[in-house]
């Protein structure tokens, strides 16, 4: 493939024909924050968290979607660009459900990290929040969706990374939300144990069911002296 | 030019055709069973989330059963602006019903629905493939009687 060169923030950086800006920037060591977008994945550009500045260009671009172009003039970390990402991340968290200190996915969060990394502390905006039933009757998969922030990831890992094609994306607006079958709770029979989905949940909202026997059901321990 | 549709058969196998198949299958039942998204599923090697996502995503499918007449109120800007909650507020007292709802004797159904790009008769409704525009309380139960 063809080599071209752009300008990633003043230096002059070599990047293969085909790669999105993002992938350039990685390889010249240049990291630039992802939400929805994961290397395995093909890129949808739905959270705008990555965007970069192109000189010329209209509007920001996703760099996780845009193809590197010979000469082009990019700024990943320029004031409006940190200005951009931090709305982003704050308007997400505005719709997020709620406190931190209430998950205990809370330190495993990439959204609570990369909040961390742009310095977004509360979110300004006090909407209200979707309130979904935590759905755990399966025993391979629990879903909170209050914790969703609609990336996308884990319909995309389940159709492309894993083969089956268990969820969908229903209704419109504030109500879009991730879907099984005619919108219910996930059990056994439509979706097995591969978990791919919830090690791409960049949030709280998949995970495996905590094994209450694991706590509770072991030996009482008995300390004789 | 061809028509949108034409060539696609109920027993098309793309799953670009969705969209037509679900909208057929809507004017010909009024509504998409769970039986009707599973079997377009089933067809076309898509998941019912898939099908059941697309159905729900366009307010002109519908997957509650629907009255014999949609009434449909556009709540976009434009008619906000003239008083479009006026026309929805008058409607609910003519049929006695909230937007999202039936009338029990089924001769109703009544939606909100984003802009029907009839902005230069604002307010306006869809009862059906009929526009109607330059609504006012007034014309309301006039219009609604054409429709049994």
């Not at chain 1, 099984?180 to 949940?201: A, L, M, W």
Request: glycine letters at 8%.
């Amino acid at each position: 493939m063809a080599e071209i060169t752009a300008t990633i923030n003043g230096r002059q950086v070599k990047a293969k024909e085909g790669m999105t800006i993002l992938e350039a920037a990685l390889e010249s060591g240049i990291d630039i924050p992802t939400l929805c977008h994961r290397p395995e994945l093909v890129p949808i550009g739905a959270c705008r968290i990555c965007v970069v500045e192109v000189e010329g260009s209209r509007t920001l671009v996703g760099s996780c979607h845009t193809p590197i172009a010979g000469g082009m003039v990019i700024h990943t970390h320029s004031d409006k660009v940190l200005a951009t990402r931090r709305m982003i991340i704050e308007l997400l968290l505005a719709s997020h459900c709620g406190s931190c200190y209430m998950c205990d996915k809370a330190n495993i969060c990439e959204l609570r990290k990369i909040a961390a990394d742009l310095e977004v502390g509360l979110p300004r905006f006090q909407m209200r929040k979707n309130y979904y039933a935590l759905e755990d009757i399966s025993p391979y998969i629990v879903r909170d969706l209050t914790k969703c922030i609609m990336c996308r990831r884990c319909a995309r890992a389940c159709r492309e990374v894993a083969g089956h094609n268990v969820f969908g994306i229903a209704y419109r607006g504030f109500d879009t939300k991730v879907v099984v079958d005619f919108d219910q709770p996930i059990d056994k029979e439509v979706c097995r144990d591969c978990g791919v989905c919830i090690s791409f949940c960049p949030t709280g909202a998949l995970g495996k069911p905590r094994e209450a026997k694991e706590e509770k059901r072991g030996k009482p321990l008995i300390i004789t002296s | 030019m061809s028509k949108i549709g034409e060539g696609i058969t109920p027993q098309s196998q793309e799953k670009r055709d969705l969209l037509v198949l679900l909208e057929r299958a809507q004017s010909r039942s009024g509504y998409l069973s769970k039986r009707t998204i599973a079997g377009l599923a089933e067809s076309l090697g898509l998941s019912i989330s898939e099908v059941y996502g697309v159905a729900t995503f366009y307010s002109f499918l519908s997957i509650k059963p629907q009255g014999r007449n949609v009434i449909r109120i556009c709540k976009s800007l434009p008619c906000y602006l003239k008083n479009a909650q006026t026309i929805i507020e008058g409607v609910q007292r003519e049929i006695g019903i909230k937007p999202g709802e039936t009338t029990a004797d089924g001769r109703f159904s009544f939606e909100l629905t984003n802009c029907i790009g009839a902005c230069d008769k604002a307010p306006a409704m869809m009862i059906n493939d009929d526009v109607h525009g330059d609504l006012t309380p007034k014309k309301i139960s006039q219009i609604l009687k054409a429709y049994k």
